[in-house]
């Protein structure tokens, strides 16, 4: 018996379909509440509404609600909590650190649906124990400006900064060997703005024209 060939399957986008009774309403509570936005609304009367959060986007459809279950990993899981939890929406479950390695919290809407929303412990683990040397290191004055300012917005010393950074540098990614970055995307557009702030107009490949 021969067996049926797997294809390969390419899939670029998820949309988590809720039941809710009430589309208007929905989009009223998904937007105001929760903070998504709006993308689109289809039928007349309204059938189903496009929600989105950032790049993710979920569909909300008439029906009889049944308590479906989406979960969302997101930069900031306790920012978005304050949010939620400031508009009044029913918190499920309290923001915790998880032996998944992701802190997260859970809320519902009012058809029941959950939604938990998390992000991912960069620190999980054991304490790794290293021995570290002063290295000789001369920057670009605008840049380590840019790292200061940057350590200090994540809580961290310029050198254990360096240490992500570079860690991050030498792990390759994705079938394009592109590397991957440490930064969420909230912290890349903080640093669009110290890039306005410390006038670095330079592109990424700059330094090999660095001169003094």
């Known amino acids: 018996m021969t067996e049926n060939r797997v294809p390969r399957i390419d899939c670029d986008r998820l949309h988590p379909l809720l039941l809710v009774s009430d589309i208007p309403e929905a989009i009223e509570f998904y937007s105001k509440k929760l903070g998504f936005s709006h993308g689109f609304t289809w039928g007349d009367p309204p059938e189903m509404a496009g929600m989105n959060l950032g790049t993710v986007s979920i569909h909300l459809y008439k029906g009889e609600p049944k308590g479906n279950s989406v979960y969302f990993v997101v930069g900031d899981a306790d ?13 499920a479950e309290k923001p915790a650190d998880r032996p998944y390695d992701l802190r997260d919290y859970a809320v519902r809407d009012p058809w029941g649906n959950y939604l938990s929303f998390g992000h991912y412990i960069q620190s999980a683990g054991p304490p790794l124990k290293i021995e570290r040397v002063d290295v000789p290191v001369r920057l670009e004055k605008r840049l380590a400006a840019l790292l200061s300012d940057l350590a200090a917005h994540k809580g961290m010393t310029i050198g254990s900064c360096l240490e992500e950074t570079l860690l991050h540098t030498f792990e390759v990614i994705g079938n394009d060997a592109g590397v991957a970055s440490p930064h969420t995307k909230k912290t890349h557009e903080f640093i669009r703005e110290l890039k306005k702030k410390h006038g670095i107009d330079y592109d990424t490949h700059a330094s090999y024209r660095f001169v003094e």
């Open 79 to 91: 920012e978005l909590f304050a949010l939620h939890e400031g508009n009044s929406v029913e918190i």
